[in-house]
Each structure stands twice: as C-alpha cells, then as structure tokens.
C-alpha cells in the first residue's frame, strides 16, 4: 500500500511538472541523483548521510555536520534533500561532500541508491521516515538516528489505522531518537519505544547561535540602518504585509527615525511588485540595486535573495517574522538570538519555540491591525517594556542550546 502510494505521488509530480516550475525541479532532481550519486561516491570513502526535508531542517541538522565534519575528518558526508527549497540553496554547500536530492521512496529506487552508497550511519532531521529507505538500513545494520524530531498524536504512527501498511513498523528502524520534548518521548512509550528516546531539545539553536557568533558584514544594510530605529520583516506573506506595511505607513511613523527592511519569503518578480505598490510615496529599494550611496537615501530595503535574512536580523530593533496567517511560523531563533523581541501571527500552535517565546515575554502574538499598532508602538516607547522583552529573547536561546553536544556525545563517545 505505502509503495503504491509513492508511485502515485510520482505520477502526480510528473503531471505536475508539465506545468509547474517547482514540481519540475523536483521531477528532475529525483531524476538526476543516481547520476550524481554514481559520478561523486568514492568507492572506498566512509560516508555518513544525513537526510533534510528542506531548508529549515538542514539548519537543525548543520551544527551536527560541522562538528562532524571538524571532529572526525575521516568520514565523508552525504547531504540529501527531498524538498526544492533546500536543495536549491544548498546544493552547493561546502559542508558536504555530495549533495543531492533523494530518490522518492520505491523498492527499485532503495536498491540502486544502496548500490551506489553504503553510509556507516543515517541522520533524520526531524519529521523524515522514509518506510523502504529505513527498511533497507535496517536489513544492512545501518544505525539511524532521528535528531530534533517532534511527535503528535494526529501523525499516522498514534492513529488506530497506523498499523496499516506497516506506518508502525518503521518507527522500530530507529536506533534512537533525540526528541524535542517529554510529549514526544511519552508517545514514543506508547509504542513501546521506552529505552532509545532521549530528550535534547532543537539543535536548531545551537545553530542560531553560531550564525551569530559568525555573522558575515552587509555593509550595506549597516549603511541603511546607521542611526535608525529599523523594523525587520522576515519571510514574510502578503497577510504579514498587510499589517506592518500601513503601520510603517501611519501617521505614527511619520517624523521619526524609522526604516523598514522587508525579507520576502517569496522573491517572485510579482510579490515585490506588490510590495513596492503597496509602498508607493516613499523611497523603496531592492538589495540588488543597492550601492554605498542609494541606500543611505532609501526609507524601505527590499532583501530579493536568499540566504541573507539571519544576518540581517542584528540590524533591527524590532521583527515580525512571517507565516503565522497561513502556512505557519518561520524561523523565530533567527531573530530572537539578538535579543530582538517579534511579532508573530496566530498560526503558531505547532511550533514549540514561539509557544515557549510568548510564554516568556520575548513573542507577541497578533490578530489583525489594532493588534499590530498597539503592540509594536508600546515596545518601541516603553524602554522598560522592551528590556524586558529583548532580555528574555536572549535567555530563551542561551538557556536552550545544547542538543548538538548531546547528540554528538551519545554518537561519537
């Protein structure tokens, strides 16, 4: 039933190619692996794979590969994404020595990927189970390790249909599992899952904190930001933008210091457009169209590419990081580890850090536009207020870090 499943979803995203930009790049990707697979494996190499749905879960899983890759110089890493916007942006990273996608999860497709690699161990960040992929490992004594995972009692693992199709079953492939939190690990025991389950945490800030420690200089967001209070907007979506924009827009904003940097999470040409429509009467200007002597003059920077906003963060006093009207909350530490208190939307229920961020004063959840206004002018005018908030953005990070030294001890020691 489940390889069924996966041939389905193949044909779906070879129909879906046709008129699709991301299901094609996602068609050829699965497509080209095994070529890039057969030309990069170093036969006698002893690599370790680790596996990232997507971008978000590549950062979980980057503070575990570098000290890896700093600690045991004699493993080679294999890096694979299931998801576009991973892969896309870290095709080419130089933390790997291969990069590729993940062949969809058939019979065939396990075998020819086992043929051509024979990792020592896998690493699963966070929501991956690939049923015949850790069937296979299982069968070759291949440990594999789930790390920042997080378990819910709506996942197909807890339902009373779970047993079907061996959902259940693949969860035994597990040599263990570093889990987010106790709730996790007491559904884990439900199946039996007692003496492999330890709680660690999110090596996700872990990684905040070393993109801190190891912030590249953007001159020219300094030059934009030098002697303005800036309000930073992260990945955000067009609900996110409704609010900060007339905010930014009032007659409240009017006469002081104030810059707005806006961080799309979406770049098309037609979402920037309607920023900049949105933004008409005031001096908006794109980072690539940015120079030394522009951007000092420009009241609204638009961030068109990627892979700047962590760095970008340390330059506002105030952020709202995007999602939480739609698909859900983005990358909160990001912004948090600077000690920037955010505005997040209502769609946060499933996202640990910005429950435990609001519930220490560090978040603030908003509903619509008086929200929006009330909050963010209270923070920017209460210096006591925003202390406090900023102070237990910074605590939060510190006080959860950790995992990745965790992990690595259970592992490696």
Avoid at 239 to 251: C, H, V
Wanted: charged share 25%.
């Amino acid at each position: 039933m489940y390889s069924f499943a996966i041939y389905l979803y193949m044909l779906a995203v070879g129909i879906a190619a046709i008129f699709n930009k991301r299901a094609r790049k996602l068609a050829i990707g699965h497509r080209n692996a095994f070529f890039r697979l057969r030309r990069l494996v170093e036969k006698d190499a002893r690599y370790i794979w680790f596996h990232a749905a997507s971008l978000g879960e590549f950062e979980q899983g980057r503070p575990l590969m570098e000290r890896l890759r700093r600690e045991h110089p004699e493993y080679k890493i294999l890096l694979t994404f299931f998801s576009p916007s991973g892969y896309e942006v870290r095709k080419d990273w130089e933390g790997a020595d291969i990069v590729c996608y993940l062949p969809l999860d058939t019979p065939t497709n396990v075998r020819i990927f086992f043929h051509y690699v024979k990792p020592e161990m896998l690493f699963l960040i966070k929501y991956e189970f690939w049923h015949n992929y850790l069937q296979a490992c299982r069968r070759r004594s291949i440990p594999v390790y789930s790390v920042s995972s997080i378990f819910r009692p709506g996942q197909i693992f807890f339902r009373w249909y779970g047993r079907l199709g061996g959902y259940r079953r693949v969860l035994n492939c597990i040599t263990h599992f570093f889990v987010q939190n106790q709730h996790s690990k007491d559904l884990l025991a439900t199946l039996g899952h007692t003496d492999n389950v330890t709680i660690v945490g999110d090596t996700r800030f872990d990684r905040v904190l070393d993109i801190r420690r190891a912030a590249k200089p953007l001159p020219l967001v300094e030059r934009f930001a030098k002697d303005y209070t800036v309000f930073v907007a992260g990945s955000s979506w067009p609900p996110d933008e409704a609010l900060f924009i007339p905010w930014f827009k009032s007659s409240r904003v009017q006469g002081f210091k104030r810059r707005l940097i806006i961080a799309p999470h979406q770049i098309g040409e037609d979402h920037l457009r309607a920023i900049e429509q949105a933004l008409q009467g005031y001096r908006v200007l794109r980072y690539s169209q940015a120079t030394e002597d522009n951007v000092a003059e420009a009241d609204v920077l638009i961030i068109d590419c990627f892979g700047l906003l962590s760095s970008i963060y340390r330059y506002g006093q105030l952020a709202m990081v995007g999602g939480g009207f739609g698909v859900g909350i983005h990358n909160i530490p990001e912004a948090a580890v600077y000690g920037i208190p955010v505005l997040i939307g209502p769609n946060n229920q499933n996202f640990r850090e910005a429950r435990h961020l609001l519930d220490v004063g560090a978040c603030f959840e908003v509903h619509d536009t008086a929200d929006f206004n009330r909050i963010a002018d209270n923070l920017l005018s209460d210096a006591d207020a925003y202390r406090r908030a900023a102070d237990a953005a910074r605590s939060y990070i510190a006080d959860n870090s950790g995992a990745t030294d965790t992990i690595y001890a259970h592992v490696f020691s």
